[in-house]
């Protein structure tokens, strides 16, 4: 068993500036994104420019806000909100949903898309392969705040994680997803991208690396407990990644009969 050790969740101070780890852990998501983008411009992987990959990051950094934020309040507590309706715009208070903020850029992707006469695939299955080490850094600021801790368990690294208020050694699961939804995810997807595709398909791997990877690592996670577990015993994490799984088996199958 091990102890969680006490991160300061501030990274930098700079006088009276404060930059919190999931801050910089975003900051270094969209970072990692950009770099990436230009990689795959430069050697010919896309016909989207550089001026194009600018747009989706801009956009997309909004489309992570706002959808994930709406996610949040729309998948996880509609109840709450509907009687506080001015704590949506609490951002700061925490509370964010990955398939939120997945609605929020495939929104992103829809306008680009229409705008610039790109096939909304197109664009999609560009962005994709930029996202994972996003996920990879959102899920090491979770555990840098030691939040979103795991399941009961007695394996060796299972840890306390002080802001349960329980003292039992849990699942780091966030390191599991680190591991599975981001660096995991990432090389399948850069490997199966960086081979000529019929257009839609590494959209469709997305779909599924990422729904299947987040259902299995969810067996680790804790519920929340205002929802605890749902559905034939599932959360509601693993309730959302299920349609991701059979959209993108549909979608890789579609895209395949197109060649």
């Not at 896309?46 to 709406?70: H, N, P, Q, S, W």
């Not at 903020?101 to 610039?116: D, E, H, I, K």
């Not at 208020?165 to 660096?183: F, N, V």
């Amino acid at each position: 068993m091990l102890q969680f050790p006490n991160f300061d969740p501030v990274a930098i101070r700079l006088g009276p500036l404060a930059i919190h780890w999931y801050g910089l852990m975003y900051l270094i998501g969209f970072g990692s994104a950009w770099l990436l983008g230009r990689w795959r411009i430069s050697h010919g992987k896309t016909r989207l420019t550089l001026k194009d990959l600018e747009d989706i990051i801009f956009y997309g950094v909004l489309g992570v806000i706002a959808g994930g934020r709406l996610g949040y309040v729309i998948f996880y507590k509609p109840a709450y909100y509907a009687t506080h309706p001015l704590e949506i715009f609490y951002l700061w208070e925490g509370g964010m949903s990955f398939h939120g903020g997945l609605l929020g850029v495939l929104t992103m992707v829809t306008w680009l898309a229409y705008s610039r006469k790109y096939k909304w695939l197109e664009v999609s299955d560009f962005v994709a392969p930029l996202i994972p080490l996003g996920l990879a850094t959102g899920r090491l600021g979770n555990f840098i705040n030691g939040e979103l801790w795991g399941r009961p368990s007695t394996l060796p690294w299972a840890m306390v994680f002080p802001q349960s208020g329980d003292g039992i050694a849990r699942h780091p699961s966030q390191l599991y997803q680190l591991g599975l939804e981001g660096l995991l995810l990432f090389g399948l997807l850069w490997w199966f991208a960086n081979k000529p595709r019929p257009t839609g398909q590494i959209s469709a791997v997305f779909l599924m690396g990422y729904g299947f990877f987040r259902f299995i690592a969810e067996y680790a996670r804790e519920p929340d407990d205002f929802l605890g577990l749902l559905t034939a015993g599932l959360s509601m994490g693993q309730l959302l990644s299920l349609p991701m799984i059979v959209a993108g088996a549909l979608l890789f199958k579609q895209c395949g009969k197109k060649m």
